[in-house]
């Protein structure tokens, strides 16, 4: 058994069963890393090899055929008399953004999205994916997106990751963790050598060190 998977194993021992399904995370502890560099602000989208049971939530921004489509798998579709709702309701839009995971906008609406939403979408990483009215097919963005884990360093040296969740084996999970951890190290400069540690904890569990 690998480190990993011996960590993760006694993050799901140590955490109490829950009434819901607790998420995995994952953090990445950074050193000698300057984060005043651009460079260094790192900001990745993983593609996990499992994607976690807990559903992600996607809105589609559309007019139209493209917003009728959308409606047969996206959780929320927005048209463009609705975004204008948001314009005048801050906490809505703050709302909004923080519900759902991702968002995919038509190209053509994209100036009023970003006057709008873009405030509360970008400060998160969650500006939208563009693509045309006219898209055949959103099914492999959708099915993308749901395995998708997002992670940037902000003013600390320290990426999170959610990598699954506890319902999940523990093999499946490390196979997670495993590709957080390549796509973190082909972001460094010096790869393994500017990771200070590495913690793994489900929602409500304590932390589990994981030995480099």
């Known amino acids: 058994m690998s480190k990993v998977t011996e960590a ?21 502890n950074l050193k000698n890393i300057d984060l005043k560099k651009p460079e260094n602000r790192i900001r990745l989208e993983i593609s996990l090899p499992y994607p976690p049971t807990k559903k992600v939530k996607i809105a589609v921004i559309a007019e139209g055929d493209l917003a ?28 909004l953004a923080e519900e759902y995971d991702f968002f995919i906008a038509q190209a ?3 100036p009023t999205v970003g006057r709008i939403l873009g405030p509360v979408l970008g400060v998160r990483g969650k500006m939208p994916q563009v693509v045309s009215p006219t898209i055949a097919d959103l099914e492999p963005i959708f099915s993308r997106m ?39 190290e082909d972001k460094l ?21 994981i030995e480099l």
């Open 189 to 209: 400069e010096k790869g393994r050598d500017n990771i200070r540690s590495l913690y793994i904890k489900t929602t409500m569990g304590p932390p589990v060190k």
């Open 108 to 110: 053509d609406l994209m």
């Open 146 to 184: 749901k395995k998708t884990v997002r992670i940037r360093l902000r003013q600390n040296p320290v990426f999170f990751a959610k990598v699954g969740t506890k319902d999940m084996s523990d093999e499946e999970i490390s196979s997670n963790i495993e590709s957080v951890l390549d796509a973190v």
């Open 8 to 28: 993760v194993t006694q993050a799901k021992k140590q955490s109490k069963d829950r009434n819901f399904t607790e998420t995995v995370e994952l953090a990445i």
């Open 68 to 95: 009728l489509r959308a409606k047969e798998s996206a959780d929320l579709v927005i048209q463009k008399a609705d975004l204008e709702r948001y314009a005048t309701d801050k906490r809505a839009a703050k709302s």
